[in-house]
């Protein structure tokens, strides 16, 4: 099972501070995505990463794909209450096109 | 442009009925998937349609759920009969050929077994 992990599983912070959330496996991927989820909504996909080192960034957020393609971290820069949400990665293997979820980090952001 | 649709929105059975989730993936996509979540999990991958062939069906759990995509345009699950276990939220994703693993994804269906 090529399980990917996301800590923290919750995260409350304070509208303007900054945040970083992990998604780490001990499997490769060949691609890696970051999505929201909003309740009552299907997941929308933020950003896809498949090289080694790749950093991109939207807006206040910034995604990095680990060297190895392991692992990738979403960091956030003063988060306000609109990015409350559940963000997930999910991570793409060879050829095949089903994706694998991670364990999710539910973001809460207070005014 | 619109998005992929699910339908119906929510859905409580007693155990033992059966029940339909139906999916519209955005027109054109050839790719089609159905994932779902049950409570506390991450989200897991059932099956994948192109066009009207199934890909791959590794995730489905068992012969009680069934699938279709008559056409190659929208798809059914069934569930029959449904378990207790079976609710959750049942996710539908399409992508276009060559979309690669970025997948765009329903509002999703929630099924409450009773």
């Known amino acids: 099972t090529q399980l990917l992990e996301q800590s923290p599983q919750f995260l409350s912070i304070q509208e303007g501070e900054n945040l970083t959330v992990y998604c780490n496996s001990s499997s490769v991927f060949s691609s890696l995505q970051w999505y929201r989820q909003e309740p009552g909504e299907g997941p929308v996909l933020l950003v896809t990463?498949?090289?080694?080192?790749e950093v991109k960034k939207l807006k206040r957020l910034t995604f990095q794909f680990g060297d190895a393609r392991k692992d990738s971290s979403l960091h956030i820069t003063a988060a306000q209450p609109g990015d409350t949400g559940l963000y997930l990665c999910?991570?793409?293997?060879?050829?095949?096109?089903?994706?694998?979820f991670g364990t999710g980090t539910k973001l809460q952001v207070i005014p | 442009e619109a998005g992929v649709t699910q339908f119906p929105s929510h859905s409580v059975i007693e155990k033992g009925q059966t029940v339909t989730l139906r999916c519209d993936p955005i027109s054109g996509h050839d790719n089609l998937y159905w994932y779902r979540r049950v409570m506390g999990k991450e989200i897991k991958f059932l099956l994948h349609f192109v066009k009207e062939s199934k890909q791959d069906e590794s995730g489905m759990p068992n012969n009680r759920f069934l699938a279709e995509r008559t056409g190659g345009t929208y798809s059914t699950l069934k569930v029959q009969p449904a378990e207790l276990e079976d609710s959750g939220v049942y996710f539908c994703?399409?992508?276009?050929?060559?979309?690669?693993?970025?997948?765009?994804f329903g509002p999703g269906t929630r099924l409450t077994v009773t």
């Open positions: 990463v498949v090289t080694g080192g």
């Open positions: 994703a399409s992508s276009p050929v060559g979309g690669g693993y970025e997948q765009y």
């Open positions: 999910a991570g793409g293997r060879g050829g095949y096109q089903k994706v694998t």
